[in-house]
């Protein structure tokens, strides 16, 4: 069993900075697929950002790019978000998933969930 902690949404102004983190307790990430996803209002849940297990690589969507970093810290069992040039349409809720298996990493079929938090981006 995995418990996964989002912290560090908040408001910005368009072109700002903010990191997400993901705290896990009961496993250690490093063991797991981790990835971001967010949910805008009257929107489904889209992918964001994965980092594979034992740090093998990185997959974006397209949307975020070059402007957004995920990251493991493996001292602190916590998986970040870097989100640099923010825009308004990057407003959402944001959510930590783990997984064991590489499958469908882009999908929302994940293991465990954090309960998520929220990044507001104004123009």
């Known amino acids: 069993q995995v418990q996964l902690i989002e912290s560090g949404g908040g408001l910005v102004q368009a072109g700002g900075s903010l990191r997400l983190s993901c705290a896990a307790s009961?496993?250690?990430?490093?063991?797991?697929?981790m990835g971001w996803f967010r949910q805008a209002p009257g929107k489904e849940r889209e992918f964001v950002a994965a980092i594979f297990r034992n740090n093998e690589g990185t997959s974006y969507a397209n949307s975020v790019k070059g402007r957004f970093t995920i990251s493991r810290d493996n001292a602190k069992n916590t998986v970040y978000l870097q989100m640099n040039s923010l825009k308004p349409e990057d407003t959402a809720a944001y959510c930590c998933a783990a997984k064991q298996r590489i499958l469908g990493f882009t999908t929302p079929n994940y293991d465990y969930w954090g309960q998520g938090t929220q990044l507001t981006v104004s123009a």
């Open positions: 009961g496993r250690t990430v490093s063991n797991y697929y």
